[in-house]
């Protein structure tokens, strides 16, 4: 069966744009979660959604946020980019409600901030 | 808040078992170990998780102290595949928390 998509693989925003980015977890997963990672920090937990709830968000300001749809398909978005937010976002799925417990990731999002 | 602490890098011999080292002298009581691997430009790849008894499957096995504070990962027979950065991670309902990974290579 089809992994985790994530769309678009690669983008490049400019300073105070927005950028949304997408997820399509595996068929029959209903939870997501999404992550950061960057050569300095490494890996951070951003949100966790599960049947179109967060259950959970990591230390991130109110810029980044996220919505999980009725098909389980998610999309994060982040306003007033800044230079910072350059990483790769990761997103994961899960058959579970502990989005950690065998969770398949996408390949990411690539996104470069100039 | 929590830390993982892992050693930046580690060597292995082909066929030799791999243990890998992960220390969270700070988790709760409700809070999973998980074991995930990334190999370059791919996303990272679960391999085992754990609450407090040694847990085994066909990748690895997790052996977790009493008290908690630390664990080891350990792959039996280490292969040329299993070059990768491996990361430790604590999980509780509201708190993820990555340790910052060891690359483990593999040498022929």
């Known amino acids: 069966k089809a992994g985790v998509t994530q769309t678009p693989r690669y983008l490049i925003k400019t300073r105070g744009q927005q950028v949304t980015l997408s997820c399509s977890p595996i068929?029959?997963?209903?939870?997501v979660s999404w992550y950061q990672q960057t050569p300095g920090q490494g890996l951070q937990f951003l949100f966790e959604?599960?049947?179109?709830?967060?259950?959970n968000k990591g230390n991130f300001p109110g810029r980044f946020s996220g919505r999980q749809f009725s098909n389980s398909r998610s999309e994060m978005n982040v306003s007033t980019l800044e230079l910072g937010d350059s990483a790769l976002y990761l997103c994961?799925?899960?058959?579970?409600?502990?989005?950690?417990?065998?969770?398949?990731f996408g390949q990411g999002t690539r996104l470069t901030v100039v | 808040d929590a830390k993982t602490t892992q050693p930046p890098s580690m060597d292995c011999a082909e066929g030799r078992a791999a243990n890998l080292p992960c220390n969270h002298s700070?988790?709760?009581?409700?809070?999973?170990v998980y074991w995930y691997r990334q190999i370059h430009s791919q996303g990272p790849q679960y391999i085992i998780h754990?609450?407090?008894n040694n847990e085994t499957n066909e990748m690895a096995s997790l052996i977790i102290t009493e008290d908690r504070k630390s664990s080891t990962l350990i792959l039996p027979h280490a292969t040329l595949r299993d070059t990768a950065v491996y990361y430790c991670?604590?999980?509780?309902?509201?708190?993820?928390?990555f340790g910052t990974g060891t690359k483990l290579q593999v040498i022929p």
């Open positions: 994961a799925s899960s058959t579970e409600q502990s989005s950690m417990a065998e969770a398949f």
């Open positions: 068929s029959g997963h209903r939870s």
């Open positions: 959604y599960f049947s179109e709830t967060q259950r």
């Open positions: 700070t988790i709760s009581g409700n809070e999973y």
């Open positions: 754990g609450l407090k």
């Open positions: 991670i604590v999980r509780g309902y509201q708190k993820v928390t």
